[in-house]
């Protein structure tokens, strides 16, 4: 039989993009209260409705006075009253007098300045102020519009809420927020040898391991899984497990039997059900990775069939699922931050496919940056991937690669703000 694709499979680069193409948001929003909002996708852009914090207040605890200028050492005011945080003073200053003020606490009318505590002196029976020390320069005052100007836009539409985010919505008094819906995915792992945690295993089974692992995994991306199935290598069985997938989910993610062996059913149920825009990746984990459309319900949903060896199944999650996942969800695709690292020791391997190698990182005292790979990098050895900070990312024809080479790696890390 001939094969309407690359022998070889397609690079990485090629391939997100092939998919991307495809990939259209989907639409639908949800209103959820503010604190609910992490990791979403904001729908419209956010403005502030008024100036924060929306009045002149001390930065410091100190003392107000009308002065325009630093006064100097010896002068004194009279002390008339205070200002706290959410108690303002509600008269007008007049030269000559002072008003206690605490952080963050308004402005009184006619103040020009805070003397912090620590340059003035209070006379024992707390009437007069005496300045002990040199004033500076600086007023200690924050603008009414310091941290926020009116009408400012706080979030635009289209980026994914982070912390900080969150945080200056809050402050801006935001409750709630209209954000974009989450991809619904459907998960159908495959394989005869496959036994659920929990159970005894027979000769040649192994406890299904991928279903954890991507669950994990898209939880961590924001996202997760809202639909699994676990079905034998039989075509009739994955048949109406992948129509029942993509009748009820936005895309559809299979892990296992994608590769060329007789009971790799994925690939022609592919093609049967819908279309296969590519097969195989020129990749090494995850050669056997195929993309295309199921076609259920009069519409038509993505699919992403992984390959079962678990490594595999992560890579090429991290690297073509979840920007399409990001897509769907319509913000701007992120990829994982590349940096360049220079090997710590030498490496011998096959050559022939690029690799994502599976590296710790490690800093010396001049801040170079050095990768170290340690064990080996089968694509069923989960162990690979425990502490990975980083893949690195070495050229198809590379074998004997020389200690100190320096290679892209990509930081697998994601933003803390
Ligand atoms: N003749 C060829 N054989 C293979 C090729 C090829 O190009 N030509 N590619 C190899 C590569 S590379 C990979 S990767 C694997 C992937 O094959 P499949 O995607 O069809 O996956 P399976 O054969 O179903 O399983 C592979 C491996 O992973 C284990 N597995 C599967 N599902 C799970 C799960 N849910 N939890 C834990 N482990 C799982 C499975 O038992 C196998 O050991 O194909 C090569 N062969
Ligand atoms: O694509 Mo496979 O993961 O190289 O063994």
């Given at each position: 039989m001939t094969e309407p694709f690359p022998r070889e499979g397609l690079p990485l680069n090629e391939a997100r993009r092939k998919i991307l193409e495809r990939i259209a948001p989907i639409t639908a929003t949800i209103e959820l209260p503010l604190a609910a909002c992490f990791a979403r996708v904001s729908a419209q852009g956010v403005h502030a409705a008024e100036a924060l914090p929306g009045f002149a207040a001390s930065i410091m605890d100190g003392y107000a006075i009308g002065d325009p200028s630093p006064p100097v050492i010896g002068t004194t005011w009279k002390l008339v009253g205070r200002s706290a945080p959410g108690a303002p003073y509600g008269q007008q200053l007049i030269p000559a007098e002072a008003v206690r003020i605490l952080t963050g606490a308004p402005l009184p009318a006619g103040a020009q300045r805070v003397l912090p505590q620590e340059l003035v002196q209070c006379s024992p029976d707390g009437i007069n102020l005496e300045l002990v020390a040199e004033a500076s320069q600086s007023q200690w005052i924050r603008a009414a519009d310091g941290d926020v100007a009116a009408g400012e836009l706080l979030v635009a539409a289209g980026v994914r809420l982070g912390v900080a985010h969150l945080a200056l919505l809050a402050s801006a008094g935001i409750a709630e927020l209209t954000v974009r819906a989450k991809p619904q995915l459907g998960l159908l792992v495959s394989g005869d040898e496959l036994v659920a945690l929990g159970e005894d295993r027979w000769p040649g089974a192994i406890w299904e391991s991928?279903?954890?692992?991507?669950?994990?995994?898209?939880?961590?991306?924001?996202?997760?899984?809202?639909?699994?199935?676990?079905?034998?290598?039989?075509?009739?069985?994955?048949?109406?497990?992948?129509?029942d997938l993509a009748a009820s989910c936005d895309l559809v993610v299979s892990t296992g039997g994608v590769s060329a062996g007789d009971s790799d059913w994925i690939r022609p149920l592919?093609?049967?059900?819908?279309?296969?825009?590519?097969?195989?990746?020129?990749?090494?984990p995850g050669r056997p990775f195929?993309?295309?459309?199921?076609?259920?319900?009069?519409?038509l949903v993505p699919f992403f069939g992984l390959p079962g060896n678990p490594v595999a199944a992560a890579v090429t999650a991290l690297q073509l699922l979840w920007p399409a996942?990001?897509?769907?969800?319509?913000?701007?695709?992120?990829?994982?931050?590349?940096l360049q690292v220079r090997l710590a020791h030498q490496l011998r391997r096959n050559a022939g496919r690029p690799e994502l190698a599976r590296a710790k990182l490690e800093f010396d005292s001049e801040g170079n940056l050095w990768a170290l790979v340690e064990g080996s990098q089968a694509s069923s050895r989960i162990s690979s991937l425990v502490g990975a900070d980083l893949l690195l990312?070495?050229?198809?024809?590379?074998?004997?690669?020389?200690?100190?080479?320096?290679?892209?790696?990509?930081?697998?890390?994601?933003p803390i703000f």
């Open positions: 991928n279903s954890t692992l991507l669950t994990a995994l898209l939880e961590r991306l924001g996202y997760g899984v809202a639909i699994s199935q676990v079905v034998p290598d039989h075509p009739d069985a994955l048949r109406t497990a992948l129509l592919l093609s049967e059900l819908g279309e296969v825009a590519f097969w195989k990746l020129f990749l090494k195929a993309f295309g459309t199921l076609s259920a319900a009069n519409k996942l990001q897509q769907l969800e319509g913000s701007d695709v992120q990829l994982l931050p590349r990312e070495i050229p198809a024809e590379l074998a004997d690669i020389p200690s100190g080479s320096k290679l892209w790696a990509q930081l697998l890390r994601l």
